[in-house]
């Protein structure tokens, strides 16, 4: 059976050969009856066949661990456009991570 984990490593696995990567995501998909989640013409994550949704974005399984992240890149990063708070997304009930205030 598939689960979110599972599916999340899967798609990792497909995402680090660099080649073929729509394709492999679309047999993947086609082959555990997995769907894609679209808002406003964006591919926002999937929703696996038992029920439970993937987001496309960096999950963190807690408030702690994302805000712990957000001090790393808030520190370390150079670019201008970071991220500035965390926010507990509906689709996949992790916290992710927006630079919108």
Not at 53 to 74: G, H
Request: charged letters at 30%.
């Amino acid at each position: 059976m598939l689960t979110a984990n599972s599916f999340r490593r899967e798609l990792a696995r497909i995402e680090t050969r660099g080649k073929y990567v729509t394709k492999a995501t679309r047999r993947l998909m086609r082959r555990h009856g997995v769907a894609a989640i679209y808002s406003k013409g964006k591919l926002r994550g999937y929703r696996l066949p038992t029920g439970e949704q993937v987001c496309v974005k960096a999950r963190f399984p807690t408030e702690d661990a994302a805000r712990a992240e957000l001090d790393t890149i808030s520190r370390l990063s150079p670019r201008d456009h970071k991220p500035v708070r965390a926010y507990e997304c509906p689709l996949c009930k992790g916290w992710h991570l927006t630079s919108q205030p």
